[in-house]
C-alpha cells in the first residue's frame, strides 16, 4: 500500500463495531471486500506512479515510514495538475488495470512483466473518487489503464467511469483520462464529453524508436486520434461561441507524453518532435518523462536512468519554445555537437553563449521580443522593464531587482551607466556563468 493512500484509507476504514453488535460473518465479509479494494488500490497507484502527465517529480527521495517525522515524497496515487485558471488541484491518480495484451518494453506492465495485476470495476473507480472527493482529499480523478480484451473493451470501462461520476453522481471535479489511440473516434468522443483534458502518449519521439520498443503501437494512429481530438475541440470552442449551452469538451485540451532515455534519440530529435505536436494538434502540454528502469526489464533497453536534469532542460526548452518565441532550431542551436543539451547550463544561456553576435541588448531601447532572449530575465522581468522604462531610464540596479542572479545578465545588456565592453565576447563567459560545481564532502 502506498504511504499516502494507505493513511488516507486507513481514516475511511470503518472502524470495527463491538463484535456484539454485528454479526460475525458481516464483519469479515465487509473487511475481505475492504481488504480487496486496499489491495488494488496499492497496486494500480503504484503502477500509474510512471505516467509522468501530472506527476510532481524531479525532487529526493524522503519518506517518513523510513526515517521518522511527517510526510514523504515517494508516496504515489494523488498527484498534482494545473487548471485552466492556474489553480494547483490534486487529482487521484490511478489505473483502471495493470494488465495488458501489449508488451511495450519499456513499461512495467507489459504482457510479459513479471507483476501482480489488479483491475478495478468502473464502479470501484467511482466509488473510491466520491469517497476521496466527499473527504476533500481530492479535486478531481487522473485515470489511465493497460489495454484489456481489446483497445474498445478498455476504452468503454474508462468512458464508463466518467459517465457515471457527471450523470448518476453530477461530479463537478476535474476529470483528466488517457485515451487508446486504438479505439473507435465515437468512444475517444464520448471520453471528450465527460472529461476536462484527454491525452494519448506518443510514447517515443522517434518512429524507430517506437516501432523498436512498442512493435504493436503505430505513430499513425496515435497520431491519427490526436487528429480526431484537435477536431473536435476546435468544433466545440466554435460552438460554444455560437451558443453558450453547447456541451463541453474536454475544455482542458489535449496532452502527451513522452519517454526521454529509453532509445537513441538526442535532445534535438524530442524538441523537433514536441514542436511538430505542438503544431499540428494545438497540445496544451507536451510532458517529458525521464526513462526509469523498472524491475525485470527487457534487455533492449538501457540499464541506467537518463539524469533528471536532462528532463529539466527539455521542460526549459519547451518553455522557450512556448514563451520566449524560440523556434526549434534555435533551441537546438543551443545544443551541442551530439544533439544533446548541456547539462550544466540552462539552454537560454548555452543558446546566447553561441549567438553572442547579437549582444549586448539596450535594456532601455530593445524590443520585448529581443528582451525576452537575455538569459536571467522571464517574461514578467521584461514585461516590468519595458513598463518601467516609459518613465526613466534604466540602470544595472534597477535589473537587478528583477533577476535572481544580475551577474548572468550583464554581460548581455547595455543600461544607463552599464556597459560590459569585452565581458560579452570574454572566452571564458562560460565558465563565468555556469553554476558552480559543489564540492562533494568525502567523509560526510
Ligand atoms: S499499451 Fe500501455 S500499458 Fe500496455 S504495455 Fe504498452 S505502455 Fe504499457
Redesign the pocket.
Known amino acids: 500500500m502506498t504511504n499516502s493512500l494507505k493513511i488516507i484509507w486507513d481514516e475511511l476504514s470503518e472502524k470495527p463495531v463491538s463484535a456484539l453488535d454485528v454479526p460475525r460473518l458481516r464483519t469479515y465479509m465487509e473487511r475481505m471486500a475492504q481488504l480487496q479494494i486496499t489491495e488494488k488500490l496499492a497496486i494500480l497507484a503504484d503502477a500509474a506512479k510512471y505516467d509522468a502527465s501530472c506527476a510532481s517529480s524531479g525532487t529526493v527521495k524522503r519518506s517518513s515510514s523510513k526515517a521518522g517525522g511527517i510526510g514523504s515524497t515517494e508516496g504515489m496515487g494523488i498527484c498534482h495538475a494545473y487548471a485552466p485558471d492556474g489553480r494547483c488541484i490534486s487529482l487521484l491518480k490511478i489505473l483502471l488495470t495493470n494488465s495488458?495484451i501489449?508488451?511495450?518494453h519499456?513499461?512495467i506492465?507489459?504482457?510479459s512483466s513479471n507483476v501482480r495485476r489488479a483491475m478495478f470495476t468502473a464502479k470501484e473507480v467511482v466509488d473510491l473518487t466520491l469517497s476521496f472527493y466527499k473527504r476533500n482529499y481530492i479535486e478531481g480523478l487522473f485515470l489511465s489503464s493497460?489495454?484489456i480484451k481489446s483497445s474498445n473493451y478498455t476504452m468503454e470501462q474508462i468512458v464508463e467511469v466518467a459517465r457515471s461520476l457527471r450523470e448518476d453522481h453530477d461530479f463537478r471535479g476535474y476529470i483528466h483520462l488517457k485515451t487508446i489511440p486504438d479505439a473507435d473516434p465515437e468512444l475517444l468522443a464520448a471520453a471528450g464529453r465527460y472529461a476536462d483534458r484527454l491525452s494519448i502518449?506518443v510514447?517515443l519521439p522517434t518512429h524507430a524508436g517506437l516501432q523498436r520498443l512498442?512493435p504493436?503501437?503505430s505513430e499513425a494512429r496515435i497520431e491519427g486520434a490526436m487528429g480526431g481530438l484537435k477536431e473536435e475541440i476546435a468544433d466545440n470552442k466554435d460552438a460554444k461561441k455560437k451558443y453558450k449551452s453547447a456541451p463541453n469538451f474536454a475544455p482542458a485540451g489535449q496532452s502527451t507524453q513522452m519517454i526521454v532515455g529509453a532509445d537513441a534519440a538526442t535532445d534535438g530529435d524530442i524538441v523537433f518532435k514536441a514542436n511538430s505536436l505542438y503544431d499540428r494538434f494545438s497540445l496544451r502540454r507536451v510532458y517529458y518523462s525521464a526513462f526509469s528502469p523498472i524491475p525485470d526489464a527487457s534487455a533492449v533497453l538501457p540499464l541506467k536512468r537518463p539524469p533528471l536534469m536532462r528532463e529539466h532542460r527539455l521542460y526549459q526548452s519547451d518553455w522557450l519554445m512556448r514563451f520566449y518565441g524560440f523556434a526549434p532550431a534555435e533551441v537546438i542551436d543551443a545544443a551541442d555537437a551530439d544533439g544533446m543539451l548541456p547539462l550544466d547550463i540552462d539552454p537560454k544561456l548555452a543558446w546566447a553563449l553561441k549567438s553572442r553576435a547579437m549582444f549586448p541588448l539596450d535594456v532601455n531601447r530593445a524590443s520585448r521580443d529581443l528582451l525576452l532572449r537575455v538569459p536571467g530575465l522571464g517574461v514578467k522581468a521584461v514585461d516590468s522593464l519595458i513598463r518601467a522604462r516609459k518613465w526613466r531610464r534604466l540602470r544595472l540596479e534597477d535589473v537587478g531587482r528583477l533577476t535572481v542572479s544580475v551577474a548572468k545578465v550583464r554581460p548581455f545588456l547595455i543600461a544607463e551607466g552599464w556597459s560590459p565592453g569585452s565581458l560579452t565576447d570574454a572566452q571564458d563567459l562560460r565558465a563565468l556563468l555556469a553554476p558552480k560545481v559543489e564540492q562533494l564532502e568525502l567523509f560526510a
Open positions: 495488458c501489449f508488451d511495450c519499456y513499461c506492465n507489459r504482457k493497460g489495454i502518449n510514447e512498442a504493436e503501437k
